[in-house]
């Protein structure tokens, strides 16, 4: 058995959920349940986001649902977002969520991706670029063992919060 010191106590100074639910099976509609509180049916997002699909019903949140975002910042809080956003527009700040928007994308690669230009910067070989034979929608990647940590988007997206959450002020 793994010993978790940090996260029982984590647990025993807060909430901790011993039974969860997903909204949806399918990645935006179950993200936006999250960051919204509503069943797919209440958010009407139904269907994974795409840019392509920008103003197709159901592909995106609509601009005035509120979110978790919108309510935290309407009460002075700093909200920010790393990783994937998927809700709405992927290259705007949005919903609340201003303070901080960094995402990679892995939808349309003619547009800007932070992680990639990282790699290119470091010399690190990119395992997500279909140019090196990674198409990420459909799990074919060159290979899975990614020894550098740098090119794990996981990583990437924790050392971005990191950066974000030590700026002078948050703390």
């Given at each position: 058995?793994?010993?978790?010191?940090?996260?029982d106590?984590?647990?025993?100074?807060?909430?901790?959920?011993?039974?969860?639910?997903?909204?949806?099976?399918?990645?935006?509609p179950?993200?936006?349940?999250?960051?919204?509180?509503?069943y797919?049916?209440?958010?009407?997002?139904?269907?994974?986001?795409?840019?392509?699909?920008?103003?197709?019903?159901?592909?995106?949140?609509?601009?005035?649902?509120?979110?978790?975002?919108?309510?935290?910042?309407?009460?002075?809080?700093?909200?920010?977002?790393?990783?994937?956003?998927?809700?709405?527009?992927?290259?705007?700040?949005?919903?609340?969520?201003?303070?901080?928007?960094?995402?990679?994308?892995y939808?349309?690669?003619?547009?800007?991706?932070?992680?990639?230009?990282e790699?290119e910067?470091?010399?690190?070989?990119?395992?997500?670029?279909?140019?090196?034979?990674?198409i990420?929608q459909?799990?074919?990647f060159?290979?899975?063992?990614?020894?550098?940590?740098r090119?794990?988007?996981?990583?990437?997206?924790?050392d971005?919060?990191?950066?974000?959450?030590?700026?002078?002020?948050?703390g």
């Amino acid at each position: 058995m793994a010993r978790t010191p940090v996260l029982d106590r984590l647990a025993a100074e807060g909430v901790a959920f011993d039974n969860a639910y997903c909204a949806s099976p399918i990645c935006s509609p179950a993200r936006a349940s999250w960051v919204t509180g509503r069943y797919p049916h209440g958010h009407r997002q139904d269907i994974d986001y795409t840019p392509k699909w920008e103003g197709i019903p159901g592909c995106s949140m609509a601009a005035g649902t509120a979110t978790i975002g919108d309510v935290l910042k309407g009460e002075g809080y700093a909200c920010a977002i790393a990783g994937v956003w998927h809700l709405a527009d992927d290259y705007q700040p949005n919903h609340g969520f201003t303070d901080y928007w960094v995402k990679y994308s892995y939808h349309d690669l003619s547009l800007p991706d932070p992680h990639f230009a990282e790699l290119e910067q470091l010399g690190l070989f990119n395992p997500y670029d279909p140019a090196n034979g990674c198409i990420e929608q459909i799990g074919i990647f060159p290979y899975t063992d990614i020894a550098d940590p740098r090119q794990q988007r996981t990583s990437w997206v924790v050392d971005r919060a990191l950066e974000y959450l030590e700026r002078p002020g948050l703390g």
